[in-house]
Nanobody
Framework: VQLQASGGGLVQAGGSLRLSCAAS????????MGWYRQTPGNKREMVAT???????TYAESVKGRFTISRDYAKNTVYLQMNSLKPDDTAVYYC?????????????WGQGTQVTVSS
């Protein structure tokens, strides 16, 4: 599975951005899609995930501000980010867990920079 992320950019605090991640290849085997983010010197952290069937998880820091959604027809996952804060500044990565026999294989897209100015 190949993942192509887009939608990052520069926004002022309080503003909004929407990230998109389009999956291609064996996308019918995707079990979970999500977004992670990373800042220099820190570990990559989960932001939001959505599983086939609809369950979602969010990091505490983004609950109530970010919404993850998935368009199965377009094989695309979105992250709507509202009320952005400078602490949300990071490189955001799209992620997919893909079933391969009895295993789940991680696939990562290229990062997209989100910068929130104060």
């Amino acid at each position: 599975v190949q993942l192509q992320a887009s939608g990052g950019g520069l926004v002022q605090a309080g503003g909004s951005l929407r990230l998109s991640c389009a999956a291609s290849g064996s996308s019918f085997n995707i079990r979970v899609m999500g977004w992670y983010r990373q800042t220099p010197g820190n570990k990559r952290e989960m932001v939001a995930t959505t599983a086939t069937g609809g369950s979602t998880t969010y990091a505490e820091s983004v609950k109530g501000r970010f919404t993850i959604s998935r368009d199965y027809a377009k094989n695309t996952v979105y992250l709507q980010m509202n009320s952005l804060k400078p602490d949300d500044t990071a490189v955001y990565y799209c992620h997919a867990e893909v079933a391969s026999g009895p295993l789940l294989v991680s696939n990562w897209g290229q990062g997209t920079q989100v910068t929130v100015s104060s």
